[in-house]
């Protein structure tokens, strides 16, 4: 059994930055592909990016590459999601997943534990 909790989450100005982590229970982090996602108000939760268990590979959202910069610390295991010129349709609640199979995917059903999600806001 694996627990998540993200934090960092918070309201910024648009242009503005924020770091969120992901800090994550028991002993195989270092075997999990590790996710973000997001649900903003009335829509449907959306990937946002992904890492691979040895932090080597990565993927992102189209509407995030460039901007969003997703690492790891197996050593502490805790993610991070470092987000750049914030936007304010970026504004939602922002989740962390991990999944036992060590693959890194876009699908959130692929996803075996997740956090209760951290708000982030981005005013216009």
């Known amino acids: 059994q694996v627990q998540l909790v993200e934090s960092g989450g918070g309201l910024v100005q648009a242009g503005g930055s924020v770091r969120l982590s992901c800090a994550a229970s028991?002993?195989?982090?270092?075997?999990?592909?590790m996710g973000w996602f997001r649900q903003a108000p009335g829509k449907d939760r959306e990937f946002v990016s992904t890492i691979s268990p040895g932090g080597k590979s990565t993927d992102y959202a189209d509407s995030v590459r460039g901007r969003f910069t997703i690492s790891r610390d197996n050593a502490e295991r805790t993610v991070f999601l470092q987000m750049n010129s914030l936007k304010p349709e970026d504004t939602a609640i922002y989740y962390c997943a991990a999944g036992r199979s060590g693959r890194g995917t876009r699908y959130a059903s692929l996803y075996d534990y997740w956090g209760q999600g951290t708000q982030v806001t981005v005013s216009s």
């Open positions: 028991g002993r195989s982090f270092n075997t999990y592909a």
